[in-house]
Nanobody, 122 residues
Framework: QVQLMESGGGLVQPGGSLGLSCAAS????????LGWYRQAPGKQRELVAR???????NYADSVKGRFTISRDNGQNTVHLQMTSLKAEDTAVYYC????????????????WGNGTLVTVSS
């Protein structure tokens, strides 16, 4: 079983910056990608940023140029640096791990953190 622990959420003023981190613990045979998703009140959960084990990244159009995702491979930790924050970035941010476990055969697995609230407000 894998646990994901997010940290770094909070209240920030528009135009400010905030960093999120997510540490994965537990046993997993292969990690394909780590990512951040968010869910604003009344809206569906959406991808914010994702980084593969090979270092490829993709971002939601709404955050390109403002957010940066990075990963410490040896630590199984993923970070999200957010700058030029806007009110519409307010949401619960969730860490996600896509991987595979071998139990006689390979099985795709998907784990989520409990989420951390980011509020952008003056």
């Amino acid at each position: 079983q894998v646990q994901l622990m997010e940290s770094g959420g909070g209240l920030v003023q528009p135009g400010g910056s905030l960093g999120l981190s997510c540490a994965a613990s537990g046993s997993i045979d292969s990690i394909n990608a780590l990512g951040w998703y968010r869910q604003a009140p009344g809206k569906q959960r959406e991808l914010v940023a994702r980084i593969t084990s090979g270092g490829s990244t993709n971002y939601a159009d709404s955050v390109k140029g403002r957010f940066t995702i990075s990963r410490d491979n040896g630590q199984n930790t993923v970070h999200l640096q957010m700058t030029s924050l806007k009110a519409e970035d307010t949401a619960v941010y969730y860490c996600n791990l896509e991987g595979r476990q071998y139990r006689g055969r390979w099985k795709a697995v998907d784990y989520w953190g409990n989420g951390t609230l980011v509020t952008v407000s003056s």
